[in-house]
């Protein structure tokens, strides 16, 4: 059974930066397909970037430019850099094939993003 454990989030001044970092244990899963998705307070889980089956990269509009994902296959670990924060940025960020798996989500990591 794949566990995935989202970390690295944290508070956040506008325009600073965060590397969030999600690790696989439980089984060895490639980071293709993968995905990094958000949740803010009263709002729905949204897709923020994600790699296709082919290895290149797609991102929401609100990211683009600002965000970007990659991975290391060896240790199925995929990470998010995410620069220029703005405070709509702030959410709980999620890690998740795409399309996402009920049985894949964890637990998150909080990304406040305010002065």
């Known amino acids: 059974q794949v566990q995935l454990v989202e970390s690295g989030g944290g508070l956040v001044q506008p325009g600073g930066s965060l590397r969030l970092s999600c690790a696989a244990s439980g089984s060895i899963i490639s980071i293709y397909n993968m995905g990094w998705y958000r949740q803010a307070p009263g709002k729905q889980r949204e897709l923020v970037a994600r790699?296709?089956?082919?290895?290149?990269?797609n991102y929401a509009d609100s990211v683009k430019g600002r965000f970007t994902i990659s991975g290391d296959n060896a240790k199925s670990t995929v990470y998010l850099q995410m620069n220029i924060l703005k405070p709509e940025d702030t959410a709980v960020y999620y890690c998740?094939?795409?399309?996402?798996?009920?049985?894949?989500w964890g637990r998150g990591t909080q990304v406040i993003v305010s002065s």
């Open positions: 790699f296709t089956s082919t290895g290149s990269t």
């Open positions: 998740n094939k795409y399309p996402w798996r009920a049985d894949y």
